[in-house]
Antibody
Framework: EVQLVESGGGLAQPGGSLRLSCAVSGFTLSNVWMDWVRQTPGKGLEWVGRIKTQTDGGTSDYAAPVKGRFVISRDDSKNTLFLLMNSLKTEDTALYYC?????????WGQGTLVTVFS | EIVMTQSPATLSVSPGERATLSCRASQSVSNHLLWYQQKPGQSPRCLIFGASTRATGIPARFSGSGFGTEFTLTISSLQSEDFAVYYCLEHSAWPYTFGQGTKLEIK
């Protein structure tokens, strides 16, 4: 059974940092591209970024609002995806999901809530 | 960035009736279009990919159509579990973008 479990969310102050993790099971992480998506009541669903497999270069792409501040990485040996969030802003407050597409469907975690407040 | 516009924002339909939801792209996305369903407290679930192909395990009452800039999600006979929020997502160009959602409510 495919499972994705996010963790690491919580409270942070503007300018601070948080690192989210996404532990996966039921598939081989090294074979798939992985995504981070966030959701807020006001802005709805927003793609944060993606990371390719090492075979495809292992590079990441980011949405404009987070580019230069967020870093996606992966540890395939530990079946874990990461999202390092730096220079946090109040508008980064959201529920953060990790997501994977495979086998003609996609799979999401339950999300981890990040709240940035001063 | 491609802008996805969904209509209507809210759709009221009776159980057993047909629901038609629309999604428009600001420029062509070919068939790189997915439809999602999201219920309160749950993660989004993919219903349709490639604009018209049902994802694994999705009932046949869900169908998608369209190409380029105009897309439609049709639910042929609404069941109680279908009342939810529906989103379209284009993945033709980075960054991928979602529509703002259509809330399907019981009439």
């Amino acid at each position: 059974e495919v499972q994705l479990v996010e963790s690491g969310g919580g409270l942070a102050q503007p300018g601070g940092s948080l690192r989210l993790s996404c532990a996966v099971s039921g598939f081989t992480l090294s074979n798939v591209w992985m995504d981070w998506v966030r959701q807020t009541p006001g802005k709805g669903l927003e793609w944060v970024g993606r990371i390719k497999t090492q075979t495809d270069g292992g590079t990441s792409d980011y949405a404009a609002p987070v580019k230069g501040r967020f870093v996606i990485s992966r540890d395939d040996s530990k079946n874990t995806l990461f999202l390092l969030m730096n220079s946090l802003k109040t508008e980064d407050t959201a529920l953060y999901y990790c997501r994977v597409w495979m086998n003609k469907s996609d799979y999401w975690g339950q999300g981890t809530l990040v709240t940035v407040f001063s | 960035e491609i802008v996805m516009t969904q209509s209507p924002a809210t759709l009221s339909v009776s159980p057993g009736e047909r629901a038609t939801l629309s999604c428009r792209a600001s420029q062509s996305v070919s068939n790189h279009l997915l439809w999602y369903q999201q219920k309160p407290g749950q993660s989004p679930r993919c219903l349709i990919f490639g604009a018209s192909t049902r994802a694994t395990g999705i009932p046949a009452r869900f169908s998608g159509s369209g190409f380029g800039t105009e897309f439609t999600l049709t639910i042929s006979s609404l069941q109680s579990e279908d009342f939810a929020v529906y989103y379209c997502l284009e993945h033709s160009a980075w960054p991928y973008t979602f529509g703002q959602g259509t809330k399907l409510e019981i009439k």
